[in-house]
């Protein structure tokens, strides 16, 4: 069974850092480009970064410089920097496969960013 688990969110001041993670199971996750998520309410769901199986990473201009994606791929778990955290970056922080998306998403992980 395909398991995405998200975590590591939170409330954090603005400047502030976060680690999430995503511990996954039931795929072979060495292979996949994995990437992250984010939706804000009342907003749609926007990449924010995503890592091949080899370590190559894309960020969204939004997040580049600030933000760290990672993997372990023997612990089949990606991880989320997030440092000089802003307001705007509050959202429900998702993870899933880049080109190949499993069709049942996590429940993903909060992160709230105060003034």
């Known amino acids: 069974q395909v398991q995405l688990v998200e975590s590591g969110g939170g409330l954090v001041q603005a400047g502030g850092s976060l680690r999430l993670s995503c511990a996954t199971s039931?795929?072979?996750?060495?292979?996949?480009?994995m990437a992250w998520y984010r939706q804000a309410p009342g907003k749609q769901r926007d990449l924010v970064a995503h890592i091949t199986g080899g370590g190559l990473t894309y960020y969204s201009d939004s997040v580049k410089g600030r933000f760290t994606i990672s993997r372990d791929n023997a612990k089949g778990t990606m991880y989320l920097q997030m440092n000089s955290l802003k307001q705007e970056d509050t959202a429900v922080y998702y993870c899933n496969d880049y080109f190949n998306p499993m069709a049942q998403w996590g429940q993903g992980t909060q992160v709230t960013v105060s003034s």
């Open positions: 039931g795929i072979v996750f060495s292979t996949r480009t």
